[in-house]
C-alpha cells in the first residue's frame, strides 16, 4: 500500500557531510509523521530525527547540532542532511512513515523503507 524509496547512503570520511532522501508513495490518505531511525551493528534501533504529528521536531541527542531533517510536504519526501559525520554515525538508515491510507483512512499506521547504509571512516 505504501512504498519508501530510500536513497542517499554512502561512505564518507569523519567530517563529512551526507544527504538522504525519502520518497513515500502509494495510497496514502494523509502523513501524520516522517522521520529517519538508525540500527548500529549490534545495537538496537532508535531515532535519529523525526517531524510528529503535532508538527514537533525531534532529534537525538547525539545529532542535535550535526544533523537537520527536512520535509515536502507536496512531493511527501523527507530528507537527513548529515554533517560533520563521526565514525559513530556508522548505522543503518530506516526512513519512517506514520499514514493513513485510502483503505483506512482513520487509523494511522506505520511503514518502514528498506534501508540505507551509512559508513563513516577513513
Known amino acids: 500500500q505504501v512504498q519508501l524509496v530510500e536513497s542517499g547512503g554512502g561512505l564518507v570520511q569523519p567530517g563529512g557531510s551526507l544527504r538522504l532522501s525519502c520518497a513515500a508513495s502509494g495510497s496514502i490518505f494523509s502523513i501524520h509523521a516522517m522521520g529517519w531511525y538508525r540500527q548500529a551493528p549490534g545495537k538496537q534501533r532508535e531515532l535519529v530525527a523525526r517531524f510528529t504529528s503535532g508538527g514537533i521536531t525531534n532529534y537525538a541527542d547525539s545529532v542535535k547540532g550535526r544533523f537537520t531533517i527536512s520535509r515536502d510536504n507536496a512531493k511527501n519526501t523527507v530528507s537527513l542532511q548529515m554533517n560533520s559525520l563521526k565514525p559513530e554515525d556508522l548505522a543503518v538508515y530506516y526512513c519512517?512513515?506514520?499514514?493513513?491510507?485510502?483503505?483506512?483512512?482513520?487509523?494511522?499506521?506505520?511503514?518502514w523503507g528498506q534501508g540505507t547504509q551509512v559508513t563513516v571512516s577513513s
Open positions: 519512517w512513515v506514520l499514514v493513513t491510507t485510502a483503505r483506512n483512512p482513520v487509523v494511522p499506521n506505520e511503514y
